[in-house]
Every structure is written in C-alpha cells, then in structure tokens.
C-alpha cells in the first residue's frame, strides 16, 4: 500500500527535451505508460486517483498533440473503451438475470468478476454480500474479497470491518488457508489494544477447527509456533536486564508457551510428525521429557491406522465421496468427537451439494454432541446448500425448537422454506406437517382459547390453500390426496379442542376429495365419532360406508353389524342386515361381470397367440416353399410348352421368356461373337458372383437355435445388412465381455444377411456383461443386445432396459440440436456436478432425436443443473430441462392383421400404404392360373385379394387356331 502511494504521489524527474519523431513517439509511449498505471491502481484500490506531476499546461500540450492528425487515438484506447462499454452491457445482463433468478450460482460470480474488472468497489461489496446472503462461499471467492479488503484497509476501523469479514468466511467451511490468512493478518495488529490477545486467540480457534487436519493442519501448528517463537527471541536482547520474578513471568513464561505448542502438536497424528520431532529436538535446550515421547509414539502409531484412507483420498479424484464416507466410518468405529466432526467437514468442502451426507452430518451432531450453537450452526449451513431438500429443512426446524429458538425465527425459517423450491409435492406437506406439529405442542389446550390455538387453525387453514392452489397449479397435483393434513386437524378439533362439529365438517370434506371409495378412510372417521362422537353419528358413518365402499365393502359391512349386534335395537339390526345384503349382492354381481370380462379377454389373449403362432407357422413353411420356387416355376413351363405343341414350335409363335441368369445358358459359339458378352475364359459378371456367394452360404450348415441355451445366449439385432462376416466382425467386441462359444448370423435364402444374430457363452455371467454392449454403434448404427427369449413361449416380452419411473438424479433434455455430439453436451453438463452417464436418444438408424437423459451422482446436483440449464440456449436451440419421470407406457392393443372384430378371417389387403396402385391388374402368371398349379393360398407371397380373381381357364387350341387368330383383324 506504501508502495502504491510512493509511486502515485514522487513525480518524475524531467529528462531534456528530444526533438524529431524520436520524442513523439518517446512522449506517446510515456501518455500510455500513465494511463495503464493509473488503470492498474484504479483497479486495485478501487477507486480514481489523480495523476500527480503534471502540470495544467503538460495536459494541455498532451491534449494538443493528441489531437494533432499525426497523433489520433490509438488502437488500444479504441478497444479500452469497447471493453469498458462491453462490460458494461454484461453487468446489466447480469443484473436483470438475477432479479428474474436470484438463486443463479453462475450469474453472482460471473457479476462480481465483471464489476471487480470495472474497479466498481461499492457494487463489488453489493454483489458479494447479496451473495454470501444466499449460498456459502466458497475459499477461493472468501480469498479473493478478503485480500480485497484487506488491501484497501487504511486505518481502524476498516480493519476491525475485515476482522468480521473473516468471522463470516470460517463459518462457512471448514478452510485451512482461510484460518492462516486470519492468523497471519491478526500478526499485523499486534501493536493495537489487546492485540496479541487477538492474535492468540484467532490461532487457538484455528488449531481447535483445523489442527487435526493430517495434511492441512500442520501450516496453521508452524504458523502460531513461528508467531510465539519471534516474540521469544525478541525478548532475548533484555533479559539480561530483567529481575528474576520479572524474567520468571516474562521470558520463561514465554519459553513455555513454545514447549506447550511443540508437545501438543506432536500428541496429535500429523503428516512429517519426524520432522516436527527433530526441530523440537534441536530447538529444545534441555532434554525431551519421556511423556512427550511417549505421546509422539503413540500418535505415530495412530497415523498409521489413519494413512490408508488418506492415501485413498490422496489419489481418488474430486469429490471423493465414497473415499470420505469410509473415511467416516472408520471415525465413528472409534468415536472421537472432534476427529468425527473434522472428516464431516472436510468431506462436506467438496460434497456439499450432498443432502444424504449433511443429514448424516446434522443426525451425529443432534444424537451425539448437543452442543446448541454448532448444531444450529450445521443445519442452517445445510439447508444454504441443499434448499432444495425438504428433510433438511425439517430438521432445522426440529433442531431450532429443541433447544428453545425464538418463535419468531422458527416462522421465519419456516418460509425460508416455502420458498425454497422443492421438487415434488410431498415435500410441502412434509413441511406444513413440521410446522404445524410444532405450533401443535406450543398450545395450552386446558384453556378454551389462546392466541396459540388461534394461529394453529389459521395455520391448518392456510396449509390447505396453500396445498390447493401454489403447490396443484406447480405439479398438477394436491401431493396430499389422503388428506394428512385434514385429518390431523380434525384429530386435534375432536381429541384436544372437544370440537366435534369442525371435526365433522373436516371429515366430510376429505370424503369429497374422492376418499369415499375407501373402507380404511370411512373406518378412521368411525374411530373418532366412536371416541369422542355419539352412537347415532357412528351408525350414520357406517351407512355411508356401506354404500360409498368400494375396495373392502365386507369389512365395513362386519362392522356395522358387530355394532348393532352389541347396541343396536332390532330395527336397527334389520336395517343393518338389508343394507348390507343389498350391496354385497351388487358387489357381488359387479365382480362377476368384472371377472367374465377378465376372462374373455384373457380367452382374447390365448386366441391371439394361437393366431401369432399359426401365422408363425405359415410364415416359416412359405420359406421352406421359397427354395423350391424355382424347380416349380420350371416344372410349369415345361408343361407350357408341352401342351402347346413342343419347344420349338412355342418359339417360333411367341415372343421369348425373361429368364434368371443362372437359367440362361447360351451357346459359346453365339455368345462369343457377340459385342458386350462374357467370353467363357473371362470373370463371371457381378450378379453371378453374387449368386455364388449366395449359394455358398446356403451350403454352410444351419444351426437350429438350442431354446435351452438362452440362459448362455443373446440376442443382437439392428445390425447393418451390409456386413461382409458378421461372424468376424462381432466376435472382437462380444470377447470383451468373456469366452464367446459362437456367433450365429441368421441369412435369408438367398444368403443375404437379415441384421441379426446369436451370441453365445459358455456361463450367464458373460451373457449378462454382454448385455451393456447395448446400443454399441456398429458401421455407425446402434446395435441392440437383448436377452434370448423364446417369443412362441412369451410373446408379449420387450426389453427395455432404461427406466420409466422417477429419477431424481437423471435430467431429460429435450429441443437438443441434431448436431449437438455426446462431448459437447457432457461438457454442458459437467459443470453443474459429476455426470455418472450420458445418454443421446436415436432412432434405429443411429440418427439424433434431439432427445437426452444425462445421469448426475446425486439428485441435488441434478436439482441444481435443472434450475441453470432449463431454458439454455445450444447453437439457436432453446433446450428444456427436467427431471426424468417418464409418462407410464400404455401400449394400445393392435387388432389382429386380417382379422376382423366380430367375423371370420378374411384375406389380407395387396394394397400398399397409400391405397390402391396405379393398376387394377392381378399380374398373376399364366402358369399360376392353370389348375393344380396354384390355390387360393399362395405360396410366394400373400393370398390374392378377394376381388381380384383367377382367369377362367383357357380352351385349348391347335396351331392352326391360334395363327387365325392373328391373322383376324
């Protein structure tokens, strides 16, 4: 700070003027040297400091030369101003931003970075403290306002200002360096009232915070160790002159202080206790006490038991969550408070978003400790990083009545809370029943009425309102439909309060949110009226019951009757005996209509899978028949011919048949005088290549599918039909996974390749693993692996291995752009927490659906990751986040192909798609249509339509006949 001032005020010495371009640009370059200076200081000090040395006239010459045309502003002052007025524009941005959301982690940094650019020191201390008023801070940004602070402190009172400062930064976390930053700067105000006092008191806080710490604590032992030492030594130049009673309290006291702080820290398991130990050895002038030794021993012996599970945190990676929960573990086995409280804090600087660890944290500290100031300290710090987390909230509402908070901060906490932003329905009444408990057991209920009893009903009644509309028009849902709350109210009217006219009117109103239909409900309301009713309020409930129950009519009925049985009169008994036979005869009938119902559809179901079977069926014996097409379709034309007088003569009368390539067999002589022919020596043309591949794979033997291995066996599907070897080209990536017995690629007929095959194992473990390699890109297409399972025997089965229940730690992102790569969006998403998985949603081809699941560790980082990317613009596309919580699947029941509602089987539709074709033509060939040669079941493809039917069956004619014919005009 001296130097700064130094620098500002010494003007510098002038030099001879120089004449010539030499001195202009010697001049300009000085202009900018100033100016940068004076930006530096404004920057650190925060505010504009004149520059000194110049004179009136010195500004006027620079101001004339700066305006001259040789000296035009340059292109740096150019871009200062553009800098200037773009940060400008982003700290509007920023400000608007978080007046819409004043919950935006990101935004407040991102503020207080671009205002500490601008040196705008009032709106800083504005920002960080708006900040700091919402979510803890972390050591690096309490660090950087501290030095800040510390660096514009001038005299007392701004000290004492960044004593408070640092007050507030060690609450927050447990931070080391924080504490010997406190330390090192307390040293400074030595020389003020009581200021060793403070220094002392500032490191023996630290040690009591940190000093456990194995790694971090031994800088804060050197620190206050270094501190007592320098005051021995400078108390060493007068000792000589002191008396003894004077040097006894003066310089042996001190003495001792340093020996206290050496055996104390080497009583405490730390890193390079050796070295500790021979500095102690060296400094101390007399010999070390066996006790100290002793104690040094046994900590090292402690240390070992401790450095396994710092070594693991030392070479795990942030946040090491499960390294310190077992590092927990072993800490509560042994049960040292202050060590256990240590681990928690350190474990919770990297988890803090953690809500399962704090409520670990804060159960230990209520059930343990009991220390009422640390307590509450933890839950308030705990609900500052997890408002999101409704049990948390609970708890420090719980915590504050047990040891006696004012009323006044109990509510207050209590809306803190309401808006805080929970994810689900359930967790605002869980809050309101908190509440309420507590004005509950702050009730005098032996007095008719009191202000407390007042604000408990006003309090119920607003819960319901509350519950009815902010909470139902947010999830679409009340997240109380049994209707807790009222029920406890119209408990507490009719146990505590004698109100049995307000808890009546409680319970006909939960009977209107559609809780008539449950016996348990009807049963609850005829316990109260049984213990604080009369008998004429009981039977008129259990009538009620009879006749709005639905889910247990009987039971109701059993208890109507056992209380007339006891009470009742006979006419009461009769009444009693008709209602109930009346309704369990309606029930009665209903549940045999419900079950002919079932039964019929299950009849359906069986009907539908004998069908799917028969289809099955017909389907593979049409294959069978497809390899003996050929030789039928020969068989047919031979018979063609025959009957129209020989080969020969059919030639000469009709133009010739297109026939196959491996039908045709010319003669060498003709083909190979013929331009663009295959000469016999040649290569085979391409489509006979084909067929030879083809054929080749027909002569591989079928192996049947063993239905007995599917335990050992998986199913992959949605393979590309282009691959040369399956077979080759799979088995790499399913070895990964263990010892592959065979890979089964299923062809077609003609040899081609269907996109599917079987891989088996030797065991189901390897079948198991294999299963992850679902959705492998193969060829740049998504392979499916599925378990094998005979669909004959279960033809309903579908595997979908994701889930479609609520996830609270996986996010559904949707309006992705068809670009957006898997890299790109995971970096998005890491920097809102740890992303376990990620997953981009794609269609069987492999293509972008713009859809996205993304998997964090836990469900508060997934909260806070929806709260900052939900409306996020990608490459000009407005994404939406939210939780994932899939709609339940409703699979629509497809009627059967060909089969209509209420008739006989009819034969399928030719048509395609979009209708009828451009023809109405049959297109069957001749040879079909003969008799014999085709039936109404075709064989190579499906049963001609109904309409469309055989030509009638030719008159045989001789040559002669068939030449008049063409010659007849």
């Not at 600087?349 to 220390?371: A, F, G, H, T």
Request: one cysteine or more; charged letters at 30%.
């Amino acid at each position: 700070m001296a130097t700064a001032a130094a620098a500002t005020s010494a003007p510098e010495p002038e030099a001879e003027p120089k004449a010539g371009p030499e001195a202009e640009e010697e001049h300009g370059n000085a202009a900018k040297a100033a100016r940068a200076r004076s930006k530096v200081l404004t920057l650190e000090l925060g505010w504009d400091q004149p520059e000194e040395g110049v004179s009136e006239s010195d500004g006027d010459g620079e101001y004339a030369m700066a305006s001259s045309p040789e000296n035009s502003p340059g292109e740096c002052e150019w871009e200062f101003e553009e800098e200037e007025e773009k940060n400008q524009l982003e700290i509007e941005r920023l400000e608007e931003q978080l007046s819409i959301n004043v919950y935006d982690y990101n935004c407040h940094v991102d503020l207080i970075k671009v205002l500490r650019l601008e040196g705008e020191l009032d709106k800083v201390r504005a920002a960080r403290q708006k900040m700091s008023e919402i979510f803890p801070l972390t050591e690096e940004l309490w660090l950087e306002w501290l030095q800040d602070e510390i660096s514009m402190a001038a005299d007392d009172q701004d000290r004492e200002r960044v004593y408070q400062l640092f007050e507030r930064a060690v609450q927050d976390y447990i931070c080391p360096n924080i504490w010997l930053e406190y330390g090192q700067y307390s040293v400074g105000g030595i020389g003020q009232k009581g200021g060793l006092d403070k220094v002392r008191s500032v490191f023996e806080r630290a040690l009591s915070s940190v000093g456990l710490h194995m790694t971090k604590g031994l800088a804060i032992w050197e620190a206050y160790r270094e501190f007592e030492s320098a005051i021995v030594e400078a108390a060493r130049p007068i000792a000589g002159f002191l008396s003894p009673s004077d040097w006894e309290q003066t310089f042996d006291s001190q003495l001792e202080k340093v020996h206290s702080l050496f055996r104390r820290q080497l009583a405490i398991p730390l890193y390079d206790m050796e070295t500790t130990f021979a500095e102690y050895e060296e400094w101390s002038e007399d010999p070390i006490p066996d006790s100290v030794i002793q104690s040094y021993h046994k900590a090292l012996q402690q240390l070992e038991k401790y450095k396994p599970y710092e070594e693991a945190l030392l070479q795990a990676e942030a946040p090491r969550l499960a390294e310190y929960q077992s590092y927990i573990d072993f800490e509560m086995k042994i049960g040292d408070p202050a060590r256990i409280q240590l681990i928690f804090e350190r474990a919770l600087v990297e988890n803090c978003l953690v809500p399962d660890l704090w409520i670990r944290y804060s159960q230990y500290l209520d059930r343990q400790l009991k220390v009422k100031d640390l307590v509450l300290s933890v839950h308030s710090r705990a609900v500052r990083n997890c408002p999101w987390t409704a049990a948390l909230w609970a708890r420090y509402l719980l915590a504050m009545e047990r040891h006696g908070a004012d009323h006044q901060d109990i509510s207050a906490t209590f809306e803190k809370a309401l808006s805080a932003g929970f994810i689900q329905a359930t967790d605002y009444v869980e809050m309101w029943q908190t509440y309420l408990d507590y004005l509950r057991r702050r009730v005098d209920f032996k007095q008719d009425s009191s202000k407390e009893l007042e604000e408990l009903r006003a309090m119920f009644a607003r819960a319901l309102e509350y519950l009815q509309q902010e909470v139902e028009e947010r999830f679409n849902e009340n997240g109380d439909p049994s209707c807790v709350v009222m029920q406890n109210w119209a408990r507490i009217e009719a146990r505590l309060c004698n109100n049995m006219q307000k808890a009546r009117e409680l319970w006909d109103s939960i009977m209107t949110k559609g809780n008539a239909k449950y016996a348990n409900m009807w049963l609850e309301y005829y316990n109260l009226e049984r213990a604080h009713g009369d008998t004429q309020h009981c039977r008129k409930a259990l009538h009620r019951a009879v006749q709005c129950t639905s889910d247990y009519p009987e039971h109701v009925c059993d208890v109507l009757l056992t209380m007339e049985r006891t009470e009742g009169t006979l006419e009461d008994w009769d009444t009693a005996v008709q209602k109930t036979e009346t309704r369990l005869a309606r029930i009665n009938e209903q549940r045999m209509k419900a079950a002919e119902k079932e039964a019929t559809l299950a009849q359906q179901e069986e009907e539908k899978a004998e069908e799917r079977k028969k289809l099955r069926a017909e389907k593979r014996a049409l294959k069978k028949k497809k390899t003996r097409g050929t030789d039928k379709r020969k068989a047919a034309e031979e018979e063609e011919e025959n009957e129209w007088g020989g080969e020969e003569e059919g030639r000469a009368q009709q133009p010739p048949k297109r026939r196959r390539v491996e039908d045709s067999a010319p003669p060498e002589a003709e083909e190979a005088g013929k331009p663009g022919k295959w000469a016999a020596g040649d290569q085979a043309p391409p489509a006979k290549q084909k067929e030879k591949a083809a054929a080749a794979r027909r002569d591989l033997p079928k192996v049947a599918h063993d239905s007995s291995k599917d335990s050992v066996t998986v199913f992959v599907s949605n393979l590309p039909y282009s691959l040369a070897d399956p077979s080759a080209r799979l088995r790499p990536l399913f070895e990964e996974c263990g010892e592959v017995v065979e890979v089964r690629p299923v062809f077609s007929n003609r040899g081609d390749f269907r996109g599917y095959c079987y891989v088996e194992f030797p065991d189901e473990r390897a079948a198991l693993q294999a299963l992850r390699l679902d959705r492998t890109s193969v060829d740049g297409r998504p392979m499916f692996v599925s378990p094998c399972v005979d669909k004959s025997k279960h033809p309903d089965f579908k595997v979908f291995r994701y889930s479609t229940a609520l996830e609270k730690h996986k996010l559904f992102i949707s309006g992705l752009p068809f670009s957006c790569t898997k890299e790109e969006l995971a970096d998005i998403c890491k920097a809102h927490g740890t992303v376990k998985d990620l997953r981009l949603v794609t269609n069987r081809a492999g293509k972008p659906k713009g859809l996205a699941y993304v998997e964090y560790e836990n469900e508060s980082q997934a909260s806070q990751a929806v709260m900052k990317m939900d409306g996020m613009t990608i490459r000009e596309n407005t994404i939406k986040v939210a939780i994932s919580n899939p709609p339940q699947r409703k699979v629509p029941e497809k009627p059967e192909v060909g089969k209509a509602p209420h008739g006989p089987m009819v034969p399928r539709q030719i048509y395609g798609a979009r209708g009828k074709g451009r023809t109405q033509l049959a297109l069957l060939p001749r040879a079909l249509q003969r008799p014999g040669a085709a039936t109404p079941q075709a064989e190579n493809g499906p049963a001609p339509h109904p309409a469309v039917t055989a030509a009638p069956e030719a008159p045989k004619m001789s040559n002669a006949d068939f030449a008049k014919l063409l010659l007849r005009k």
